[in-house]
């Protein structure tokens, strides 16, 4: 009786340790997207828009988690169009994304600079991230 007791309190910590885990996984995303779009050609930016739509951060933070970001420091020709990061009841989680629109205005290319990642997004993935963080279309974009 002591060994099957001892077994089940040693499951229902794993159990509740499991449980933690994962809804603190998916709760990573925040309930907000903060926008910072550049101002002029420096390396300044401005709140451009808060994202609170929870359908909306739940995408763009599963789009996010999806791909498969590559290693490595990448040194770009100018600052980032716009930067990013999710919040939780004002207090930032996760990452700060930096992003580039490309010259033909059709992907987006992003660097996670503290963990030194980088991707460029498809075509459509970069339509539906941009939509996502700005709220406005990519083709559109006055970059």
Known sequence: ????????????????????????????SGNKIIVQKRVGEE?????????????????AAELLEDVRWKNGVVLMTQP????????????????NYDLWISPNKDQVELVIEEQEKYI???KNQSA???????ESQLINSNE
């Open 128 to 134: 539906e991230l941009f939509e996502f963080v700005t």
């Open 80 to 95: 980032p169009h716009y930067k990013f990061q999710f919040e939780d009841d004002n207090q930032s989680i996760g990452s």
């Open 43 to 59: 390396d300044q930016y401005e709140l451009f828009k808060e994202i609170t739509d929870n359908d909306v951060v739940k995408k």
């Open 1 to 28: 009786m002591l060994k099957i007791t001892k077994y089940l309190m040693i499951c229902i910590v794993f159990f509740s340790i499991f449980m933690t885990g994962c809804s603190n996984e998916a709760n990573s």
């Open 120 to 122: 460029q997004l498809n």
